[in-house]
């Protein structure tokens, strides 16, 4: 080679530039100005759409496309058409607005319209850039996600469970980096970087479900007492509880279900009446939401997962301090998964769980900031001597668990 030439950059002596680490890429990624995020939000539907009197179909006819349509409705934009990969939809109505195949949806109005996907869920696998794909593949010229559309009309649309503005995520830069420096084992720290990602940019196929079942119990992360005592809130249909039974093979002292839903209470109680009966006799379901202070609140008791406290829904139910709850003053072990009253509940128990010490796992993935905000309550709460994991068990920004474990709970070394 002529003395002074330039290496070729194929060259296989060449060094390789270092991946950058999850803070430098998360400080990479909160670079972005918030003027230029709230430009962004408010413009990317709109390119799509390309035209803003365009007409709607939507892929989805289900609980989201019906929340979808009538916001759409509310602003005054037409939708013509809901599409379905289910079959058994085909050629009826939702709301007045007629479920066409995708085929024949695509052959219509895929030249004409904006087609907005309208599915988000946590099972199966989902993926939302596949059924874009799809679309996209049958000749729909303009494709859009639920995000994208909601980040265009926030009033209207947001917040709904981890999407909202950009913007108002950059605002608390500062924290997001914060909750950062709390975990420090890498696949912790890989994770929130994808999910801060995902809550900028909506890129859902930059994240994955990488943790083991069950969740709540995964053996890489907790080990049990045999005097434990669990405390559930938001005890759905039983499947957590089952999943403790099962993981500590009956070694426990008590639990605790909490489950305002009458609903999902029914079946809970079926699934306890199935265990034996030396199990039952520790079992204590209580039908009460976990929140701030005592009294009472409004419910949505839908008799989902998604069953949840909300101002305007009609159903009251009893609302409780952990402190007020049998058993709540002896936990060991707490799990929230209610539906974005997480903070409210920490709160309520805070007393207890500076005293107590549990273990503690808790849903991160209702809202925006709770994947920031919920670890630094806890911070503050919380004695020394913790360590802090999250893992992903499903696709797509849902169950994002957060663990704080007392070290002397850790599995492995400290």
């Known amino acids: 080679m002529t003395t002074g030439a330039t290496p070729s950059t194929n060259d296989a002596t060449a060094p390789i530039a ?19 995020a709230r430009a962004r939000e408010s413009s990317r539907f709109g390119d799509i759409a390309d035209d803003p009197s ?5 892929l989805g006819s289900g609980g989201l496309g019906r929340r979808t349509l009538a916001g759409l409705r509310a602003i005054g934009r037409e939708v013509v058409a809901f599409t379905d990969n289910s079959s058994s939809r085909w050629g009826s109505e939702v709301d007045g ?25 946590a099972e199966g696998g989902f993926r939302t850039s596949a059924l874009v794909d799809e679309l996209r593949a049958r000749g729909c010229r303009r494709v859009a996600r639920i995000g994208e559309l909601y980040w265009a009309h926030p009033a209207q649309f947001l917040p709904y469970f981890g999407i909202d503005l950009p913007s108002r995520a950059l605002a608390s830069a500062d924290a997001i980096r914060e909750a950062l420096s709390l975990f420090d084992d890498p696949a912790s720290r890989a994770e929130y970087v994808e999910q801060v990602r995902w809550r900028l940019h909506l890129d859902a196929d930059g994240l994955a479900a990488k943790a083991s079942e069950p969740i709540y119990f ?4 907790v080990r049990f007492r045999d005097d434990e005592v669990l405390v559930d809130a938001g005890a759905f249909d039983g499947d957590t509880l089952g999943a403790f039974v099962s993981a500590t093979g009956g070694r426990f002292a008590r639990a605790v279900a909490l489950e305002p839903d009458p609903k999902n209470l029914d079946r809970l109680h079926a699934r306890v009446a ?31 997962g ?77 004695p020394s001597g913790y360590r802090w994991f999250l893992r992903a068990y499903s696709r797509e920004g849902f169950d994002l668990v957060l663990y704080a474990i007392p070290h002397e709970r850790l599995v492995g070394p400290g």
Not at 18 to 34: F, Q
Not at 113 to 118: C, E, G, L, N
Not at 284 to 304: C, I, Q, S, Y
């Open 218 to 221: 995964t053996p890489e992360i």
């Open 274 to 304: 199935a265990f034996d009966p030396e199990t039952r006799a520790r079992i204590e379901l209580v039908p009460v939401a976990l929140g701030r202070e005592d009294g009472e609140a409004r419910f949505v008791a839908d008799g989902t």
């Open 97 to 121: 607005v007629p479920v066409l195949s995708p085929d024949e949806a695509a052959r219509r109005y895929g030249e004409s319209a904006v087609f907005i996907v309208s599915i988000w869920r």
């Open 306 to 382: 998604a069953a949840r406290l909300s101002r305007s829904a009609e159903t009251v139910v009893p609302l409780r301090r952990l402190a007020s709850i049998p058993g709540g003053a002896d936990v060991t072990f707490f799990k929230l998964d209610i539906e974005g009253a997480e903070p409210a509940a920490l709160e309520g128990a805070r007393e207890i769980i500076e005293r107590n010490r549990p273990l503690l796992t808790v849903s991160v993935y209702h809202e925006q900031d709770h994947l920031w905000r919920i670890p630094l309550l806890l911070r503050e709460m919380l």
């Open 54 to 58: 365009r007409p709607v179909v939507l």
């Open 18 to 36: 270092p991946s950058p680490s999850p803070a430098e890429e998360l400080d990479r990624l909160l670079a972005e100005t918030v003027p230029d």
